[in-house]
Structure formats: structure tokens, C-alpha cells
């Protein structure tokens, strides 16, 4: 435990002098290991990730440097009780496609089910990570489209506290936010919308810190006697002010939404869409 603490102080914080970092990994506890103080692999195994939360929490906390309380490492392993030891979490390891089984909407359906479990602060890698490509295999095959890599960038924007691109595991079957100026442009102006939303997310994250509510939410979490809004898992809200409809389906550029009761003004048209009768 010390040991780890002291890579994590000397390597990270000073020597590289890192303001945050992926702290990934910490699910792979092996079910046959010999613990030192003889405990069972099998009762350790949940314990585990909570353990690697904590030990980065207590090194950050005892480096001594005068930003410690601004280093933001974030992790895919938990348990439980991982959020009081954890700063970010992320949806792990995406395949790049739309689907919600392992894709993009399934990134969304992570954060939208975390923020019911204590996990309030959440992202995912932009474009989703892992690439497999086998020879003459259309089905297992997976590689990252423009198209896919634009969605992810737009939901991201709205979604996320940050936003975090992602290379892939083969880089050169991954579509890259650098690959074409049509692209990078693209990335830019979400990035603008991200940024301009600055002082908008840091209320909610003020909020998630005093009373435990995510930012992203659930429609259900602000429209609780709304019937139709507790089986939508398509959407999410930001906070109580904005209602996102990302587009998860491929070769989609329109796409159905349900509003709530209320007053809506559409983000970019400025529209105004009136069901508060």
C-alpha cells in the first residue's frame, strides 16, 4: 500500500508533475491469489476496486503539493463505496458503434444508471475504444466511422462535466478528430459549446457535491409522476434547464423526442415549443 502510494506521489504527481490521470484498471483481483494477510481472494474481490480508489485518494491527499485538492485522477473500476474515494468516473471500454449493448448509447445508459447509484460525476473516451479487426469478418469486426465520431463528439459536449477523446486501441483504423478539417473543425465548436457551459455544469456540480444529484439525469429524476418519461433511456436532462435527444442510430440525421410538460426553447433554432396546458 505504501509502496503504490509512493509510485503514485514520486512518478505522477511530482517527478511527471500530472494534474490528472486515467487510474485505470483495479477490476482483475486473481480469484487464486495469496494476500499477505491471508485474507480470501473471493471476499476481497468486490473490496478490491474500492481499495484502488482509496489508495490514489490518501496519495494525492499526502503529496504535499499546494493543488492536491485539483488533481483529477478518474477511474472504470468500483464498488459501492468507490464514489466517496473517487473524484470522475468513465464508462470504460466502448466497442465504436451506436448500439446499447457496448457502444455509444450504452456509454449514455452507464452514466444515466450511475447517477441512480452515488456515481454523479461521469464521461466516456469520444468514439469509444476498442478496434478489433479480424481478416474477411465483416460481423466481428469493429472500426470507428466519421459518422460515429460526430455523435459521440455532440453528445459529450452535453453530457459530460469533461470532455475526453480517445485514439482507440489501432489507431489508424479509428477515425481521428485530426483527420480532416471538417472534422477538427467540429470538434472545435462543441468544444466552444462545452466551454460556454462552464459556469452551467460547475452549479451542478456544486449540487451533486452537497446533495448527491448527478448532473446528468434521468428524465424520470425531474419528471417523477411523468409515466412516459420513466421508460425513456434515449435522453437525458442536464440539470433541471436542458433536455438532450442525442442521435444514436446510424445514417440518422432526424430523429423522435418526447418533451415533458412545459415550455421548451430549442438550444440552436430557438424555437419555442409550448406543452405546459
Not at 452514466?111 to 478489433?132: A, E
Not at 481478416?135 to 466481428?140: G, L, N
Not at 482507440?168 to 473543425?185: A, C, K
Amino acid at each position: 500500500w505504501d509502496w503504490v502510494k509512493k509510485m503514485i506521489q514520486n512518478n505522477l504527481i511530482k517527478e511527471a508533475g500530472a494534474w490528472g490521470w486515467m487510474h485505470d484498471f483495479g477490476e482483475y483481483n486473481p480469484l487464486d491469489a495469496k494476500y499477505f494477510d491471508g485474507v480470501d481472494p473471493f471476499i476481497n474481490h468486490n473490496d478490491y476496486p474500492a481499495q484502488w480508489a482509496k489508495v490514489v485518494k490518501e496519495a494525492i491527499e499526502e503529496s504535499g503539493v499546494d493543488h492536491a485538492d485539483q488533481i483529477i485522477p478518474f477511474m472504470r473500476s468500483a464498488s459501492s463505496v468507490s464514489p466517496k474515494d473517487t473524484r470522475l468516473f468513465w464508462m470504460g471500454d466502448q466497442l465504436p458503434t451506436f448500439d446499447e449493448y457496448d457502444g455509444l448509447w450504452s456509454a449514455l445508459i452507464g452514466q444515466l444508471n450511475g447517477g441512480l447509484s452515488g456515481f454523479t460525476l461521469g464521461h466516456s473516451d469520444i468514439g469509444g475504444y476498442t478496434t478489433v479487426i479480424v481478416p474477411q469478418s465483416d460481423f466481428f469486426s469493429y472500426t470507428r466511422t466519421k459518422e460515429l465520431l460526430l455523435r459521440w463528439i455532440e453528445m459529450s459536449a452535453f453530457s459530460d462535466m469533461i470532455m475526453r477523446t480517445h485514439i482507440g486501441v489501432i489507431q489508424e483504423d479509428m477515425y481521428q478528430i485530426w483527420q480532416d478539417p471538417n472534422t477538427t473543425e467540429f470538434f472545435s465548436t462543441f468544444v466552444k459549446i462545452h466551454m460556454a457551459l462552464k459556469d452551467y455544469k460547475m452549479e451542478l456540480m456544486k449540487e451533486a457535491s452537497k446533495d448527491g444529484v448527478p448532473p446528468l439525469r434521468s428524465l424520470f429524476l425531474e419528471y417523477p409522476e411523468d409515466t412516459e418519461a420513466r421508460k425513456i433511456k434515449d435522453q437525458f436532462m442536464l440539470g433541471t434547464d436542458l433536455l438532450m435527444a442525442p442521435i444514436l442510430k446510424a445514417g440518422s440525421n432526424s430523429r423522435k423526442v418526447y418533451l415533458p410538460q412545459g415550455k421548451w426553447t430549442h438550444f440552436f433554432t430557438k424555437e419555442l415549443y409550448d406543452f405546459s396546458k
